[in-house]
């Protein structure tokens, strides 16, 4: 399923198995894709000007966390689809990342068909 439209997305996750995934699927959609070790990585992007579509934030890194990082990038104004991913968060260790400013969350692994309906509400 390639897009029409280029898309820029924004993988940010301390395992590199999953970032390695996640590039892999964007890419391979029609994503211009960069990825992120942790938050602070995360936050220096948008701080650099860079403007992307999708943001798919872990949760918990090292340095900085996906719940700082995902205040630190709205506190910038960025609009961008922010995702949040994790597998060990309770209910209300999820529901303090989506106060963060979170879009929407979804356990990992995050399989395709999630990814899938998370390219179709960009394209929407």
Do not use: W
Not at 22 to 43: C, I, M, P, S
Not at 58 to 83: W, Y
Not at 102 to 122: E, G, H, Q, S, V
């Amino acid at each position: 399923m390639a897009t029409t439209k280029k898309f820029m997305a924004l993988v940010v996750d301390d395992d590199s198995v999953n970032r390695a995934i996640n590039l892999k699927y964007l890419t391979r959609n029609g994503f211009e894709t960069e990825v992120a070790k942790n938050g602070q990585e995360a936050v220096e992007y948008f701080q650099m000007g860079y403007k992307f579509d999708l943001v798919l934030m872990d949760m918990e890194m090292p340095i900085m966390d996906g719940f700082q990082a995902t205040m630190e990038i709205r506190a910038l104004g960025v609009k961008s689809l922010i995702i949040g991913m994790s597998s060990t968060a309770s209910q209300v260790k999820i529901q303090e990342f989506v106060s963060a400013g979170l879009d929407d969350f979804y356990p990992k692994p995050m399989n395709m068909a999630k990814l899938i309906a998370i390219i179709r509400r960009l394209e929407d």
